[in-house]
């Protein structure tokens, strides 16, 4: 498999060695094909779906903003959730370079499908200057390799997998403490997850981000409903991601270890808001996101009553 780089000349093999059938597979989904100037068209997996996995088209995105841009790398991400994704039909994402700066390089993506605009994403470029220092401190941890996969906590817990759960999936994730979702889980509002991507991914700076942004994504949520009786599979709750932001502080390898400390300071109106922060091992605080979600009762007479 050839994987484009950031310049759109360069290139790099990418083998199975050590990597998942799973995420192989996101790598294909990620080497968007170049349907014109600034135009690029992504495909899914052949998955059975209601809609699109809104980290995948955020990712997608990121990439075809990446394919466009000579220098620096990824610092931030801003978007927003339109519509949901169709994942019977592949997405055309249209790039406006907004800006190439001395310093930054700002794009727009559009992602579309059926002529209509489902999401839309601006990212800003920038290499690393000499500048203030600190950061916030991660809560301990046990190691990943000490806490099991989640397809074998799920099967220990509940002796059974739904769907979602017997897939494969491009990112390993180990849950620390009780499962988001468990009845035995703490009801607070916080969440320590470590992931990885599921195989050694080619050295490639914004192929990693767009890992990244992929994964922020698969868990961000739950933090929102871990307080409460809703869940997501329950009729009670329609629930979808609303818009997505990311600050990468340091160049992140998706393909190590990561923890990720997620928050949700408040849900109100019918919305929840959560906050995520990746660090790696060394305790460095790699990526900074924040999302909003829908979260909105079906049944007027549901109330989502701390469990």
């Known amino acids: 498999?050839?994987?484009?780089?950031?310049?759109?000349?360069?290139?790099?093999?990418?083998?199975?060695?050590?990597?998942?059938?799973?995420?192989?597979?996101l790598i294909e989904l990620l080497d968007l094909e170049t349907i014109e100037v600034n135009t690029y068209r992504g495909q899914h997996p052949a998955e059975e779906r209601q809609r699109t996995f809104g980290g995948q088209v955020a990712a997608q995105a990121l990439m075809a903003a990446g394919r466009t841009v000579t220098q620096?790398?990824?610092?931030?991400?801003?978007?927003?959730?339109?519509?949901?994704?169709?994942?019977?039909?592949p997405i055309l994402y249209e790039v406006d370079r907004i800006r190439d700066g001395h310093s930054f390089t700002t794009r727009r993506v559009v992602a579309i499908q059926h002529g209509r605009a489902?999401?839309?994403?601006?990212?800003?470029?920038?290499?690393?200057?000499?500048?203030?220092?600190?950061?916030?401190?991660?809560?301990?941890?046990?190691?990943?390799?000490?806490?099991l996969p989640l397809y074998e906590r799920v099967m220990a817990?509940?002796?059974?997998?739904?769907e979602w759960s017997k897939r494969a999936h491009p990112i390993d994730q180990r849950f620390v403490g009780e499962l988001p979702w468990s009845p035995r889980r703490e009801t607070d509002m916080t969440q320590q997850t470590w992931i990885r991507a599921d195989g050694t991914?080619?050295?490639?700076p914004l192929l990693?981000?767009?890992?990244?942004?992929?994964?922020?994504?698969?868990?961000?949520?739950?933090?929102?409903?871990?307080?409460?009786?809703?869940?997501?599979?329950?009729?009670?709750?329609?629930?979808a991601s609303l818009d997505h932001c990311m600050w990468f502080h340091r160049e992140v390898k998706a393909d190590?270890?990561?923890?990720?400390?997620?928050?949700?300071?408040?849900?109100?109106?019918?919305?929840?808001?959560?906050?995520?922060?990746?660090?790696?091992?060394?305790?460095?605080?790699m990526v900074s996101m924040v999302q909003e979600g829908l979260t909105r009762l079906v049944d007027p007479e549901f109330h989502a009553s701390t469990a």
């Open 256 to 285: 190590d270890w990561l923890l990720y400390e997620t928050d949700s300071p408040i849900a109100h109106g019918g919305r929840g808001v959560a906050r995520g922060f990746l660090f790696d091992r060394a305790g460095k605080l």
């Open 157 to 162: 817990e509940f002796g059974q997998a739904d």
């Open 72 to 89: 620096g790398r990824v610092h931030s991400l801003h978007s927003y959730f339109l519509r949901p994704g169709d994942p019977r039909v």
């Open 201 to 204: 991914l080619p050295v490639d």
């Open 118 to 147: 489902i999401y839309n994403m601006q990212a800003s470029f920038h290499s690393d200057e000499i500048g203030l220092e600190h950061q916030i401190e991660t809560r301990e941890a046990p190691d990943p390799e000490t806490i």
């Open 208 to 239: 990693h981000a767009c890992v990244v942004t992929y994964a922020s994504d698969m868990s961000l949520m739950d933090v929102i409903l871990k307080p409460h009786s809703a869940r997501w599979d329950d009729g009670s709750l329609m629930a």
């Open 1 to 25: 498999m050839t994987f484009h780089r950031t310049d759109g000349t360069a290139s790099v093999e990418c083998h199975n060695g050590g990597m998942s059938e799973a995420l192989e597979l």
